[in-house]
């Protein structure tokens, strides 16, 4: 008993041992916290540092259903001006307020004033979308959406079609970059209204106009969720398209997705699909172009498919795999040529791009642009002069061969570019030419063949009229004009190896929407032949058929018109061709444009 005191003492002096120890433990932890999220801030803000972002990791692939059917249902319901996508239009009384909102628009600005900033759509996805499961755990998104001078509502209507339309857990922040824009309501009104209505919404200012590409960067380099995803300024996203985005990223970081782009009608604000389907390619004036769909995705949809080139201003990927990547080449001036990097650099450099089906946004396709480009000189010639120079190896001649004063060009510092490939240890182009845009050439040879026949198209039995264009826009009818060699008459055509027949200067081709007998001829962007657009010349009869079937050109002096009608023989349908290529002519039959799949030529 007389150590009793002694064990008590003890006893208290482990009780306070233990809380000393459990007070520095909870200390130890409260430092490393505070000190992982010093370390979280400081990874955001040095863009440079790319080692430290982590890229996402999914915590289960359990399947769920991300549809939000409440909001569907309610959307279904809503009726009014535009809604359901459906076209609208104004009334007379407010034509000078539309006229004056076109013209610094390019689209009816009047028009999307009326309409709701959080519009119900149309569902025009692939049946196999609207059962399709995604995995439960899915990366949070910076949404970054580059804008100058963007009309109010339609700015508007890009935010909020983003959060309506996605799970808002999902969506981190969201990044309106302001290019230096100078309508006043475009400052301090556009930041009081999201501070009010959309508070996860802010924007980034740029001191000067700088473009496109910088302000992607900018946004790029305040973002913080595990995945960019870049919008356009006047889009509408749809139905659950964010889980189709972010599902091939959760699986692998370096894939990138693009959504469908679909058309919002300029004039009505009509929601419409553009196609269902195609692949992103270029021409060897990079002019971005698309390709089918291979039969093996066809059979396979609606899952994300492989596409070589991206369109460029939609698209998803990893923050991580982004930085890795460079980001932009930050020498790429204004805009142009910028997907072109970016999706070389993508393939050549270990990562991937694919298309989702179920993933659909809208976008307004101007009719005209409304504000003039910085005086920088030919920056898209620079800028791809510069993508050339350090990604696409000896592909580069076909582009200076079409057009070689991009070789006076000076692409400024590259070395650094240079670099980057070196490190990443990025493939060859001619590996991406003939294992993923294997089937480019076939549509866009290099080198392009010789047309069947060029020059002008006399009228045979008057020799003095000839088919003219006359600088026509797309769906103007083509017309007899009286002969002539001079560039404004338009005159110097091509029946090329597409089996078409184009502007020797401009990608309009000769279409005839209709076979119906006395159908006039319209012009159309040129789609590669087949179709409305497919003619033949037959020498020995003078006759220029449509299609595969028995029409053929036919003209009327008097009202010096041009149409088809069923082949007769007459004189109305002989037609003389400057030049007739009879060698290319004898191999018309064995010109194929089928391409079965990649090939190995390293």
């Given amino acids: 008993m007389k150590f009793g005191w002694l064990y008590r003492s003890m006893f208290v002096m482990r009780r306070q041992f233990v809380r000393l120890l459990r ?63 459906l076209p609208a239009r104004l009334p007379k009384s407010l034509a ?39 995995i ?17 509502s339609t700015l508007l209507r890009t935010a909020y079609s983003v959060l309506i339309r996605s799970p808002e857990f999902l969506i981190k922040e969201v990044f309106l970059v302001d290019d230096a824009s100078t309508k006043d309501f475009l400052k301090q009104k556009l930041e009081d209204y999201l501070s009010k209505h959309l508070p996860k919404v802010k924007v980034v200012r740029l001191a000067q106009r700088s473009g496109l590409i910088a302000a992607r960067l900018a946004g790029a380099a305040r973002a913080s969720a595990d995945v960019l995803l870049f919008l356009d300024s006047h889009t509408e996203a749809t139905v659950n398209w964010l889980p189709p985005l972010l599902e091939p990223i959760a699986l692998s970081y370096r894939t990138v997705v693009c959504p469908y782009i679909d058309v919002i009608a300029y004039d009505t604000f009509e929601y419409r699909a553009q196609d269902e389907g195609a692949r992103g390619a270029f021409d060897w004036e990079l002019f971005y172009k698309r390709l089918p769909v291979l039969p093996r995705d066809q059979d396979n949809m609606p899952e994300p498919f492989q596409s070589p080139v991206m369109a460029g201003g939609l698209f998803a990927m990893s923050r991580k ?64 002069r510069r993508v050339a120079e350090v990604w696409m190896d000896e592909y580069a001649q076909y582009l200076y061969k079409r057009r070689p004063h991009y070789l006076h060009i000076d692409t400024g510092d590259i070395s650094h570019q240079k670099k ?16 993923i845009a294997f089937d480019l050439t076939a549509k866009y040879p290099p080198v392009e063949p010789e047309p069947f026949a060029e020059g002008r198209i006399r009228a045979g039995a008057d020799g003095q009229l000839c088919c003219d264009l006359r600088r026509g826009e797309q769906g103007a009818a083509l017309a007899l004009a009286v002969c002539e060699r001079s560039a ?115």
Wanted: charged share 25%; glycine share 8%.
């Fill in 488 to 602: 404004a008459a338009e005159q110097h055509f091509l029946l090329s190896w597409h089996k078409d027949i184009r502007s020797k200067d401009r990608n309009m081709c000769w279409d005839v929407p209709d076979s119906r007998p006395e159908q006039p001829i319209i012009l159309y962007s040129c789609h590669l032949g087949g179709g409305n657009q497919l003619w033949r010349y037959h020498p020995a009869t003078k006759q220029l058929k449509h299609g595969g079937n028995e029409n053929c050109l036919e003209w009327e002096a008097s009202g010096r018109k041009v149409f088809i009608n069923r082949c007769s023989g007459a004189r109305a349908q002989q037609w003389d061709i400057d030049t007739v290529n009879q060698h290319a002519m004898a191999r018309w039959d064995k010109t194929s444009l089928t391409v079965t799949g990649p090939f190995e030529d390293y």
């Fill in 96 to 134: 000078f307020l539309e006229e004056q909102l076109y013209s610094v628009n390019g689209f009816n600005g009047a028009l999307s004033d009326k309409i709701a900033l959080n519009r119900s759509l149309p569902d025009i996805r692939h049946p196999g979308c609207k059962v399709r499961k995604y």
């Fill in 420 to 435: 980057l490939r070196e490190k990443l240890q990025c493939k060859s182009f001619r590996w991406f030419m003939t294992q």
């Fill in 23 to 85: 007070l520095r433990n909870l200390l130890t932890i409260t430092f490393l916290v505070i000190l992982l999220y010093i370390v979280k801030t400081f990874n955001n803000i040095s863009k440079t540092n790319i080692g430290t972002i982590d890229y996402f990791v999914p915590k289960s692939l359990k399947k769920i259903d991300w549809h939000n059917y409440t909001q569907i249902e309610y959307e279904r319901k809503r009726q009014g001006i535009g809604e359901q996508g």
């Fill in 136 to 152: 439960e755990s899915l990366p949070t998104v910076s949404v970054v959406v580059p804008f100058h001078n963007e009309h109010w």
């Fill in 321 to 384: 795999f982004f930085w890795e990547l460079g980001g932009y080449d930050p020498g790429l001036d204004i805009w142009g040529g910028e997907q072109y990097e970016l999706s070389f650099k993508i393939w050549q450099c270990g990562g991937r791009m694919v298309d989702a089906p179920c993933s659909r946004v809208g976008h307004i396709y101007r009719k005209f642009a409304p504000f003039p480009n910085p005086g920088h000189g030919d920056f898209v010639g620079r800028n791809y």
